[in-house]
């Protein structure tokens, strides 16, 4: 049973299929999106069940995110209502792919990952 302090990590690469905007950006989103994808398995690892997340309080775009990067999501249970949860997410950059078309394939490991986004949500859960 998980608790308030419990986190999840997730680690996936963007395809060009993710990319929303020129030059193969990718757009805040898809990263809310993937966001939401931690809440849930927050709420199930705590609760049993999906829940829904109701809004985000904070939401902070920090750095552009492109087809061929690899993020890490990370999720963390901050507080627990009764039939609310109280969670904060942050995606890392951990691989940037090259933007340079003389090097396809290409990418770097980043070291220290790059903070690319942040946010504070509320979920909830049927009592």
Do not use: W
């Not at 990319?19 to 398995?41: E, N």
């Not at 902070?60 to 209502?81: R, S, T």
């Not at 995606?91 to 790059?114: C, E, H, M, N, T």
Request: glycine share 12%.
């Amino acid at each position: 049973m998980a608790a308030v302090g419990d986190q999840i990590v997730h680690r996936l690469r963007l395809s060009q299929k993710d990319a929303h905007y020129g030059g193969g950006l990718v757009d805040g989103a898809h990263i809310l999106k993937l966001f939401g994808d931690v809440a849930t398995d927050l709420l199930i690892h705590l609760d049993g069940v999906e829940g829904l997340l109701r809004a985000y309080s904070v939401v902070d775009f920090l750095a552009p995110v492109y087809g061929g990067d690899l993020l890490e999501i990370k999720g963390e249970i901050l507080q627990v209502g009764n039939t609310s949860r109280l969670m904060r997410f942050e995606a890392y950059k951990v691989i940037a792919a090259s933007r340079d078309p003389a090097f396809p394939g290409r990418a770097q490991v980043l070291d220290p990952p790059l903070l690319v986004a942040r946010a504070e949500g509320t979920c909830v859960v049927k009592k």
